[in-house]
């Protein structure tokens, strides 16, 4: 398959690296750099010959684009890529956060888009070079929900290249459980400095991060069914699975970029003022992540 992976970060880098050896595959990012092979280590040990353009008209005749930017950038990736894009692309995000499907949705139609969500722990340590510092699980699905041959054919692809994957008619319930685990360890990560596991191992983080995965679980509950255990339980889950991961908002204020909380907490906040359900720890966090935020940007 012709595939383009749009974003050098972590998990693109990752991506790039995991489907290179049998697809033809271009990885897109916005900045030069000379970038002629990526690098994994850690969980999963690969070296990949990969062709790094800034071309757009490199997406031209790909049949699947991953897009995997931060979340905030996904409306200015849309506007950037979708007219180069052929009619036949499919575009799945692998992203961080809520919306980011809804976006893409507005300039594919709900036909292309596929929703996707990943556990498992990259660490970026420089220009094509990624460290894979936990495991977890991957499903996708068509957006925002439902069934596609196109779906079957990527979820092939992943399980070949040695990254399994469950194919879901939920995604949208995937997604939001995704959010309200992150909701309870990413926020927590950036303001302690601690790792994941870190997390879970001090009673009072602990029992922060299960009151605000519950708190996200009842707004969650009134716009999609969720999926899988309670999220309370899902995110001592992968905090355990990731120990050792710096997760990627911690990383965000380490060197001092912008983070993903409105994606996150934020988006978790604005959906419980539409259902009428009060969310004052998700509040907390996003007010004390913006603080730490403003205080560098």
Same mark, same amino acid.
């Given at each position: 398959?012709? @595939?383009?992976?749009i974003?050098?970060g972590? /998990?693109?880098?990752?991506?790039?690296?995991?489907?290179? =050896?049998?697809?033809? !595959?271009? /990885?897109?990012?916005?900045r030069?750099?000379?970038?002629?092979?990526v690098?994994?280590?850690?969980?999963?040990?690969?070296?990949?010959?990969?062709r790094?353009?800034?071309?757009?008209?490199? !997406?031209?005749?790909?049949?699947l684009?991953? !897009?995997?930017?931060?979340?905030?950038?996904?409306r200015?990736?849309m506007?950037? &890529?979708? =007219?180069?894009?052929?009619?036949?692309t499919? !575009?799945?995000?692998?992203?961080?956060g809520?919306n980011?499907?809804?976006?893409?949705?507005?300039?594919?139609?709900?036909?292309?888009?596929?929703? =996707? *969500?990943?556990?498992? +722990?990259?660490?970026?340590t420089?220009?094509?070079?990624?460290?894979?510092?936990?495991?977890?699980?991957?499903?996708?699905?068509?957006?925002?929900? +439902?069934v596609?041959s196109?779906v079957?054919?990527?979820?092939?692809?992943?399980?070949l290249? +040695?990254?399994?994957v469950?194919?879901?008619?939920? @995604?949208?319930?995937?997604?939001?459980?995704?959010?309200?685990?992150?909701?309870?360890?990413?926020?927590?990560?950036?303001?302690? +400095?601690?790792?994941?596991?870190?997390? &879970?191992?001090?009673?009072?983080l602990?029992? /922060?991060?299960?009151? *605000?995965?519950?708190? =996200?679980?009842?707004?969650? #509950?009134?716009? *999609?069914?969720?999926t899988?255990?309670?999220?309370?339980?899902?995110?001592?889950?992968?905090a355990?699975?990731?120990?050792?991961?710096?997760?990627?908002?911690?990383?965000d204020?380490?060197? #001092?970029?912008?983070?993903?909380?409105?994606? &996150?907490?934020?988006? @978790? @906040?604005?959906?419980?003022?539409? *259902?009428?359900?009060?969310t004052?720890?998700n509040?907390?966090?996003?007010s004390?992540?913006?603080?730490?935020?403003s205080?560098? /940007?």
């Amino acid at each position: 398959m012709r @595939i383009a992976v749009i974003g050098p970060g972590a /998990l693109g880098t990752f991506m790039a690296a995991l489907f290179a =050896g049998e697809n033809e !595959l271009v /990885l897109l990012g916005r900045r030069e750099m000379e970038l002629e092979q990526v690098e994994v280590r850690g969980r999963t040990n690969i070296v990949s010959k990969i062709r790094y353009s800034t071309d757009l008209g490199e !997406l031209e005749g790909v049949e699947l684009g991953i !897009l995997c930017t931060k979340s905030y950038d996904t409306r200015c990736a849309m506007e950037m &890529i979708h =007219g180069h894009m052929g009619s036949d692309t499919s !575009l799945l995000s692998l992203q961080n956060g809520l919306n980011n499907e809804a976006v893409m949705t507005e300039y594919l139609g709900d036909d292309r888009v596929m929703g =996707g *969500v990943t556990t498992h +722990g990259f660490m970026r340590t420089e220009d094509g070079k990624v460290v894979h510092t936990g495991t977890g699980y991957t499903v996708i699905g068509r957006y925002p929900g +439902g069934v596609s041959s196109m779906v079957d054919r990527v979820a092939g692809i992943f399980n070949l290249a +040695g990254l399994p994957v469950e194919v879901t008619d939920n @995604i949208y319930g995937h997604i939001w459980n995704k959010v309200i685990v992150n909701s309870g360890i990413n926020p927590l990560t950036a303001l302690t +400095g601690l790792k994941n596991g870190e997390v &879970i191992r001090i009673p009072h983080l602990q029992w /922060l991060m299960e009151t *605000v995965c519950r708190e =996200g679980a009842n707004v969650a #509950r009134h716009e *999609v069914e969720l999926t899988g255990e309670e999220p309370a339980h899902c995110a001592a889950v992968v905090a355990r699975a990731t120990a050792e991961n710096v997760s990627s908002m911690l990383q965000d204020v380490r060197n #001092r970029r912008r983070t993903e909380i409105d994606c &996150i907490n934020g988006a @978790i @906040i604005e959906a419980g003022a539409r *259902v009428g359900v009060e969310t004052p720890f998700n509040r907390c966090l996003y007010s004390l992540v913006k603080a730490l935020e403003s205080s560098y /940007l």
